[in-house]
């Protein structure tokens, strides 16, 4: 059985050497199919299927602060949270980290360096189940004071800062001019929150951490065993009813909303990956197609030499048995070259995501993708090989070595299943090309919306300033003056702008407001906007135009004087039958300061380009522990780094510069999610257009080179060229908008599942259903035309000679 069997796999690659055009062609079209659809496999399985790096991940639960009865999801009160913590009966540990990452600037030894830094509680890694690779984690005492100043280091940055050094455990460090204690590195791979370097504790006796009204905290819990999110839920809801009870000025309507921790992050991508599944799927499925095309092609062709051989004394089961092999080995050829191409695919997904597949999550492909792979391409060999297989084992063995076999090759139901597989092809490619418009035409629509800024030659970079500077209005203000006078000055510079949180960059921070002179409003329905603290050069670095008024001087930002500019959209919605210049508002929880409105400016998009402009409020301060630069230049932006990066040296040879980008690259990186598909779906929508017009070209080729005969009679009978064209390119054509008007009605009812990844484009957008009917109608006429052009050359003596 073994001697036959490797016989059979001998003779089967004797065939394929033989054949280099059909056998290049087939295996690539699978390896095409198979090692798109093992890449994308293998990041859903990362993403969405793997389970998440922490033990018994399915128990950990998000939760947001959430006014009741609202669609909004915001952070929760320090001292909300310390109660919840107390009187919940549902989880095992309740933790919370910062809204934000804060800015630890390390120095003391090296360069200084920028760490993105987050605060957490004491229980947080505990909570998470994760254990540390060195030393130790926080514990609940780490927040009272007295717990000591302590840190642990994130697994990357303990190897690229102190090279991998075990004695790190107890040594100090310097952060913002402090000292620290490093308790622990935490293991490879650890990454959560995203971007974190370092972990800090809260200390929950700082004045910031004794309130209900400001909301910044982030919790994270572990359910009790046995209990589900709807009664967890339901013990925070009691919670926050007794709260509300105790506490009416700062809780009214507030309470937290529970999801599971995995649907919190991957709950953006998962769209999107399921969209990325299924297109991969329909290539898969054209590749599939074609590969059964080309071997019914290639059965027919071989029907006279299959005659011979069972003339000869071959088996019918010897022979269904060949074929089948023949088959599967290009199956297996195809899915071999997949895998490589899958890795390779991996590495290409993952740099196009930037960061909209989560750090948690690590594609790779493991043994559930290779097991996949293997089964799919035994599965696939079957498949292709069954149908030709049986179809070359119901050779008429008379009529096959007559020269009319050429007409039983012919047959009608042999021809209707290629045809059929043309038409099915043609139709998923027109879904597929459809698809990939929809998100292209949006994300045209995208790119072509208005940020309210100019990006161009803009340099941007972080500066998070020590301890000391931060606690200190005077040395903060005396720093940034001096810088701005240093930038201002150099070659190049048209102006030096500075802001808190960058448009695009995804910093938020927004302040509650009323308007003095207006009735006390609920705390809870107060307005809102984004609140904003720049320099007097910053509209002017940005080209943000002052619609009203005017603009704020260097001695109003000098002094942090309480005037402020409005965004339109503020002006709008708030002084909508009012002049709001000379108006005060009363911003923040607490503060009774009122600040005059003296300008009002153009809106820009902060949240993102699809988001719309929200009402936002700049007030003139160099009282700030943070700042965006923005810099203006007179040409290219990135040539200015060297230049800005040596001004803050010079007045402080230990504070870092971070997140050097031109506001081209910020604004590139806000559009990397809807970039992310458009390319990918996109390109698989190109491979399906390539895949079935090979499929059309092929079928009319065969079809071409079956009806040589009958071509030569027609010729050698009058017809004429435009007659032979008509003739070939009318079959062709007939399967092309049968295959396009079915693919159009699919897509009708397939493309509505996009409509939330779509951006001001209808789902059924007419333009791009028309243009695609008409690309894939003008890529099967040139399908068809080719071998129509080819068939028209024959000499009508040869044709009529032909075997």
């Known amino acids: 059985m073994l001697e036959t069997l490797l016989q059979d796999v001998r003779f089967g690659l004797r065939m394929l050497r033989r054949n280099p055009g059909f056998s290049l062609i087939a295996i690539l079209t699978l390896a095409l199919g198979i090692g798109a659809n093992t890449a994308i496999f293998s990041v859903v399985n990362a993403v969405l299927l793997r389970p998440l790096p922490f033990a018994e991940p399915e128990q950990l639960v998000w939760a947001w602060g959430n006014?009741?009865?609202?669609?909004?999801?915001?952070?929760?009160?320090?001292?909300?949270?310390?109660?919840?913590?107390?009187?919940?009966?549902?989880?095992?540990?309740?933790?919370?980290?910062?809204?934000?990452?804060?800015?630890?600037?390390?120095?003391?030894?090296?360069?200084?360096?920028?760490?993105?830094?987050?605060?957490?509680?004491?229980?947080?890694?505990?909570?998470?189940?994760?254990?540390?690779?060195?030393?130790?984690?926080?514990?609940?005492?780490?927040?009272?004071?007295?717990?000591?100043?302590?840190?642990?280091?994130?697994?990357?940055?303990?190897?690229?800062?102190?090279?991998?050094?075990?004695?790190?455990?107890?040594?100090?460090?310097?952060?913002?001019?402090?000292?620290?204690?490093?308790?622990?590195?935490?293991?490879?791979?650890?990454?959560?929150?995203?971007?974190?370097?370092?972990?800090?504790?809260?200390?929950?006796?700082?004045?910031?951490?004794?309130?209900?009204?400001?909301?910044?905290?982030?919790?994270?819990?572990?359910?009790?065993?046995?209990?589900?999110?709807?009664?967890?839920?339901?013990?925070?809801?009691?919670?926050?009813?007794?709260?509300?009870?105790?506490?009416?000025?700062?809780?009214?309507?507030?309470?937290?909303?529970?999801?599971?921790?995995?649907?919190?992050?991957?709950?953006?991508?998962?769209?999107?990956?399921?969209?990325?599944?299924?297109?991969?799927?329909?290539?898969?499925?054209?590749?599939?197609?074609?590969?059964?095309?080309?071997?019914l092609v290639r059965a027919t062709a071989r029907r006279k030499e299959l005659a011979v051989r069972m003339s000869l004394g071959a088996g019918r089961r010897h022979v269904f048995r060949q074929m089948l092999t023949e088959s599967v080995l290009l199956s297996v050829i195809g899915s071999t070259l997949g895998v490589f191409l899958a890795g390779w695919g991996i590495k290409l997904i993952v740099a196009f995501s930037g960061n909209n597949i989560s750090a948690t999550a690590q594609p790779e492909i493991d043994r559930v993708v290779l097991a996949f792979t293997v089964l799919l391409s035994l599965v696939t060999g079957v498949t292709f090989g069954l149908v030709p297989a049986l179809q070359a084992?119901?050779?008429?063995?008379?009529?096959?070595?007559?020269?009319?076999?050429?007409?039983?090759?012919?047959?009608?139901?042999?021809?209707?299943?290629?045809?059929?597989?043309?038409?099915?092809?043609?139709?998923?490619?027109?879904?597929?090309?459809?698809?990939?418009?929809?998100?292209?035409?949006?994300?045209?629509?995208?790119?072509?919306?208005?940020?309210?800024?100019?990006?161009?030659?803009?340099?941007?970079?972080?500066?998070?300033?020590?301890?000391?500077?931060?606690?200190?209005?005077?040395?903060?203000?005396?720093?940034?003056?001096?810088?701005?006078?240093?930038?201002?000055?150099?070659?190049?510079?048209?102006?030096?702008?500075?802001?808190?949180?960058?448009?695009?960059?995804?910093?938020?921070?927004?302040?509650?407001?009323?308007?003095?002179?207006?009735?006390?409003?609920?705390?809870?329905?107060?307005?809102?906007?984004?609140?904003?603290?720049?320099?007097?050069?910053?509209?002017?670095?940005?080209?943000?135009?002052?619609?009203?008024?005017?603009?704020?001087?260097?001695?109003?930002?000098?002094?942090?004087?309480n005037v402020i500019l409005i965004s339109d959209a503020l002006a709008q919605s708030v002084f909508p039958n009012e002049e709001p210049l000379g108006k005060r508002l009363l911003m923040g929880l607490n503060t009774q300061t009122p600040f005059e409105i003296i300008g009002i400016t153009g809106d820009i998009r902060h949240r993102g380009l699809d988001a719309a402009p929200a009402a936002t409020i700049y007030i003139p301060t160099l009282a700030i522990g943070r700042t965006n630069l923005t810099i203006r230049a007179a040409s290219n932006p990135m040539n200015l780094a060297a230049a800005v990066r040596r001004e803050v040296q010079a007045l402080d040879r230990d504070q870092p510069v971070a997140a050097v980008r031109s506001m081209e690259q910020v604004l590139g990186e806000s559009i990397s999610a809807q970039r992310f598909r458009t390319w990918l779906v996109g390109l698989f929508a190109l491979v399906a257009l390539l895949l079935a017009a090979v499929g059309i070209y092929g079928v009319m080729s065969y079809s071409v080179a079956q009806r040589t005969n009958e071509f030569g009679i027609r010729m050698a009978l009058g017809a004429q060229v435009n007659d032979v064209l008509r003739l070939v390119i009318r079959h062709g054509m007939y399967l092309a908008v049968a295959g396009v008007t079915i693919g159009l009605v699919a897509a009708i009812a397939l493309t509505r599942a996009m409509r939330n990844l779509l951006f001001q484009v209808s789902a059924t957008d007419p333009l791009t259903f028309i243009s695609i009917g008409a690309l894939l109608v003008l890529v099967a006429l040139l399908a068809c035309w080719i071998p129509a052009r080819r068939a028209t050359k024959l000499d009508p003596l040869r044709a009529l000679r032909h075997d």
């Open 393 to 561: 084992t119901q050779v008429h063995l008379s009529e096959s070595l007559k020269n009319e076999g050429r007409s039983a090759g012919q047959s009608a139901g042999r021809n209707r299943t290629r045809n059929s597989l043309v038409v099915l092809e043609t139709a998923i490619a027109v879904v597929l090309l459809i698809g990939s418009g929809l998100l292209l035409r949006s994300f045209i629509r995208l790119l072509n919306v208005a940020p309210g800024f100019d990006a161009a030659n803009v340099l941007t970079m972080r500066l998070d300033l020590s301890a000391e500077r931060r606690e200190s209005p005077e040395k903060s203000t005396a720093f940034f003056s001096q810088l701005h006078e240093r930038l201002a000055a150099l070659p190049g510079v048209e102006a030096a702008g500075m802001i808190t949180e960058l448009p695009l960059s995804g910093q938020p921070n927004d302040t509650p407001f009323t308007v003095e002179g207006r009735p006390a409003a609920d705390p809870n329905q107060r307005f809102g906007a984004d609140f904003r603290r720049v320099n007097e050069d910053y509209l002017r670095a940005m080209r943000i135009p002052i619609l009203r008024g005017r603009g704020f001087t260097a001695r109003e930002t000098g002094q942090s004087e």
């Open 67 to 295: 006014i009741r009865d609202r669609a909004n999801r915001a952070s929760v009160a320090p001292l909300d949270y310390v109660d919840y913590r107390a009187q919940t009966t549902t989880f095992e540990q309740l933790a919370a980290m910062g809204t934000v990452s804060n800015a630890s600037n390390l120095t003391g030894s090296g360069e200084p360096e920028r760490l993105e830094t987050r605060l957490v509680t004491g229980n947080f890694f505990q909570t998470l189940g994760v254990n540390p690779a060195l030393g130790r984690t926080f514990q609940l005492e780490n927040e009272k004071p007295g717990g000591g100043q302590v840190v642990v280091l994130s697994n990357g940055l303990w190897q690229r800062r102190f090279g991998g050094d075990a004695a790190i455990i107890g040594r100090t460090i310097i952060l913002n001019g402090l000292k620290y204690d490093v308790l622990g590195v935490m293991p490879p791979g650890f990454n959560f929150p995203q971007g974190t370097e370092l972990w800090a504790p809260m200390n929950f006796d700082l004045p910031e951490m004794k309130q209900r009204r400001a909301h910044f905290l982030r919790p994270v819990g572990r359910l009790k065993s046995g209990v589900t999110l709807a009664q967890a839920q339901s013990d925070m809801d009691n919670i926050a009813q007794r709260l509300e009870v105790q506490y009416p000025d700062t809780n009214r309507n507030w309470k937290l909303l529970l999801v599971s921790l995995r649907e919190q992050l991957v709950g953006n991508i998962r769209p999107t990956l399921q969209l990325l599944v299924a297109a991969v799927g329909f290539v898969l499925l054209i590749a599939c197609v074609n590969v059964a095309n080309l071997l």
